[in-house]
Structures are given as structure tokens and as C-alpha cells.
């Protein structure tokens, strides 16, 4: 299973599939010359060395950017079935607007991976990926932009993309959902809603109890005021995660939860 990015660090919202504290310093990018160098003429192969990277977990936009060249290069050529091709560059847009902390560039990155996306739903709109992956571009624009005004569409996109397959990459929709009903304003100024992320992290653990899933459910459980079953989520999350299940960002969050919850 190949896993996506997201990490929101707005100052209005944090919604994304995993959400960690933000960079220490400035990442930005300027594309290589000849960044499509040694590459095949073959999309096959193409499509193949995009999710390879994608796999590796990318930790810098140089590294990100050679998957995002191997599909451009392949959208290029032409391909079969295009499908295949566009929402692999939604996907590889958001890592690149994941990883950068510049918001004009995280931005035009992920206004890209949005066109892709919407481009991937017109192809084949009873699949999933197009749907959750233009719903994690629009979130990273709004992350980018310091504007909550989409996030009824990422809350729709995801639902869409939920529908259709809530078990995609570990229960992604339903963690990209349940993250904006936690920490979006609540109505009637946005679409946060604290008891539904409840319900919907739930039904993430209950499809997949990975432990970004129970980390998750936890945050939304401590957000409902429902303490000691925060505290029971957060410890397994860290439990499970030992051992590189969980990474560090991931670790240091549910540590920081636990202080608040008077645990150590």
C-alpha cells in the first residue's frame, strides 16, 4: 500500500491526512534543469518509478519531484489510460506542497494537484483516488491561503471519496474527514463538528486500527471531551508505534496530548 502525505499548518485550520507540527525552517523549491533526464519513454515504467517514490516517503521536494516528473513525462507520451496518470499527479502535486513551507509555492503546487484531481474524477468518477486526492489539494490550498472558505468542499470530496472506498490507503478519506470535523471552526462559520469527527475516526480504527488512525481518534476523543478514552487511544497509539509504526512527528503529538491530559 502506497500512503500519501499531508500535513496542514495553517493558522485557521490543520486538516490533512497526517498532521504533524510544522518545519522548523524555510523548505522551497526550484525545479532542476533537465528534471526529466534519464527517465524511460515508457509509461508503464513511469507510472512504476512515481509510485516507487511515492513509497520511499519522500523527505524533501528534490526527492518528491522525480515522481511528479516521472508522471508529467508520462501525461506527455500520451498515455492508454490516462486515469492512471492524473490522479498519480494529484498525488505527487500534494507531496511536493506537503514537503514545501512557502505558501505561494505550496500553493501553485497544490492548485496543480487540484486540476489533476478534478481531471482524474472526469475520467472515472466511480473511483476513489481522484476524489481523495483533489479533496487533500483543495485542503492544502486553504492551509496555503490561511482560508477555511472550501472546507465544505474537501468535507464533500472526502465524503465522495469515502463512499466509495472508506478503506483506500488506511481509512484515508475518513482521516482527512474526521481531521476537518475536529479542528475546523464549528457552524455556522465553517463545518467542525466535534462529535462527528468522533463517529468517523471510529470508523477509521474499526477499518484500520493503524496507529496514526488511533492517534487521530484520540486527538478528536480529547476535542469531545471524552478524556480517559483519549488517553486509552493516545497510549496505544504510542504502543503500536514503537518501533518506526509511528514516526516522530507523530510521537511528540500524542506525547503533547497526553501532557495536556495530565498523563506522562
Known amino acids: 500500500m502506497i500512503h500519501s502525505r499531508a500535513v496542514w499548518c495553517g493558522s485557521l485550520v490543520a486538516v490533512a491526512l497526517t498532521l504533524g507540527a510544522c518545519p522548523a525552517k524555510q523548505v522551497t523549491f526550484v525545479p532542476a534543469e533537465g528534471r526529466t533526464a534519464g527517465l524511460p519513454d515508457d509509461v508503464t515504467r513511469l507510472v512504476e518509478i512515481s509510485d516507487s517514490v511515492a513509497a520511499s516517503h519522500p523527505q524533501t521536494p528534490a526527492e518528491a519531484d522525480r515522481g511528479l516528473a516521472a508522471v508529467e513525462k508520462a501525461l506527455e507520451l500520451g498515455p492508454e489510460h490516462p486515469y492512471e496518470v492524473l490522479w498519480r499527479l494529484s498525488r505527487d502535486a500534494h507531496t511536493m506542497a506537503d514537503l514545501l513551507t512557502v505558501p505561494s509555492q505550496k500553493e501553485t503546487y497544490a492548485r496543480r494537484g487540484r486540476k ?10 466511480s473511483r476513489v ?3 481523495y486526492y483533489t479533496a487533500v489539494n483543495i485542503a492544502r490550498v486553504a492551509e496555503a491561503t490561511s482560508q477555511a472558505s472550501e472546507l465544505g468542499e474537501v468535507v464533500k470530496l472526502a465524503q465522495k471519496a469515502a463512499d466509495i472506498d472508506a478503506s483506500y490507503d488506511e481509512a484515508a478519506p475518513l482521516r ?46 480529547y476535542h469531545a471531551e471524552e478524556h480517559e478514552a483519549a488517553v486509552g487511544q493516545l497510549r496505544r497509539a504510542l504502543k503500536d508505534g514503537e518501533g518506526g509504526g509511528l514516526e516522530a512527528r507523530w510521537v511528540d503529538e ?10 506522562r
Open 116 to 125: 489533476y484531481g478534478e481531471q482524474a474524477t472526469q475520467q472515472e468518477g
Open 254 to 263: 500524542a506525547k503533547d496530548y497526553l501532557r495536556r491530559l495530565g498523563e
Open 176 to 221: 482527512l474527514l474526521g481531521k476537518v470535523y475536529m479542528v475546523a471552526p464549528e457552524w455556522p462559520t465553517s463545518v467542525g463538528d466535534r462529535d462527528k469527527a468522533v463517529e468517523v475516526l471510529k470508523r477509521a480504527v474499526a477499518l484500520s486500527a493503524t496507529p496514526l488512525n488511533r492517534l487521530f481518534l484520540g486527538e478528536a476523543l
Open 129 to 131: 483516488e481522484g476524489w
